[in-house]
């Protein structure tokens, strides 16, 4: 699906940031009660989503709670290559949208601490049945994402090796200063984060997006 995704951006800056680093997805996000929050009735928008295509990025809609009809209006109005579900949505709206063609990441947020296998397996057997791309977050409650909270990266390194499953991505308070041992301890071959390459909260840092997407890179040069 991608390798780096940089979550949350609100300006061709950041984009163009994301491009610069050598991250390959951006995510925009329309939960209205988030700090990272974008119009999709706003020009600027789908400016994002241009210049992102300009770029070769691949453009995600970050959505809670609405219905396929909805991110899909979304997605044709401002220019989205994949819808990703971060709420409490049900299967249904999952295989509606993969029924007509969309592609999508479905957020499995998971409790904080150890987690075993088969309760992951549990978690994800639908979502992977309607055809998703799997992303771990942490569970944020209300606040659906975007929390900074870290997972326990090594239950999900014994959940590959048990199911064998390794197209997935992992998010939860991924920045620079731990992405390197996150991908070391799960295995994750794709990451995502949103507030860990802000400073302030909310607004992305040209500096943080350069050492998360280096750190990242060095990560898994080191593996191979
Ligand atoms: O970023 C948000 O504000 C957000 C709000 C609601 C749903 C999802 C959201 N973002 C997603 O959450 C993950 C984890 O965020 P963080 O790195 O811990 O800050 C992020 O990668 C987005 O995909």
């Not at 799997?134 to 944020?140: C, G, I, K, W």
Request: hydrophobic share 40%; charged share 20%; glycine share 10%.
């Amino acid at each position: 699906m991608f390798q780096v995704k940089i979550c949350g951006v609100r300006h061709n800056c950041d984009v163009q940031w994301v491009s610069q680093a050598g991250g390959d997805a951006i995510g925009l996000n329309f939960f209205p009660k988030s700090v990272r929050y974008v119009d999709p009735k706003d020009e600027s928008t789908a400016e994002l989503c241009q210049l992102a295509n300009e770029f070769g990025l691949l453009r995600v809609g970050v959505f809670v709670n609405r219905s396929a009809v909805q991110c899909q209006e979304v997605a044709e109005a401002v220019g989205l290559d994949v819808i990703q579900l971060h709420g409490d949505e049900s299967v249904d709206v999952a295989q509606q949208l993969t029924a007509s063609g969309c592609r999508v990441v479905r957020a499995i947020k998971l409790p904080l601490g150890e987690i075993g296998a088969q309760a992951i397996n549990d978690l994800v057997s639908p979502w992977l049945d309607a055809g998703c791309h799997l992303l771990f977050d942490a569970d944020a409650g209300a606040a659906h994402g975007g929390s900074g909270k870290t997972l326990h990266w090594q239950s999900l390194a014994a959940w590959q090796e048990s199911d064998g499953c390794s197209d997935w991505t992992l998010a939860g308070g991924l920045k620079p200063e731990n992405i390197a041992a996150a991908i070391r301890a799960s295995g994750a071959t794709s990451i995502d984060t949103a507030s860990g390459v802000e400073c302030p909260r909310g607004v992305k840092s040209e500096e943080r997006v350069q050492q998360f997407c280096r750190s990242a890179l060095a990560a898994w040069a080191s593996q191979s």
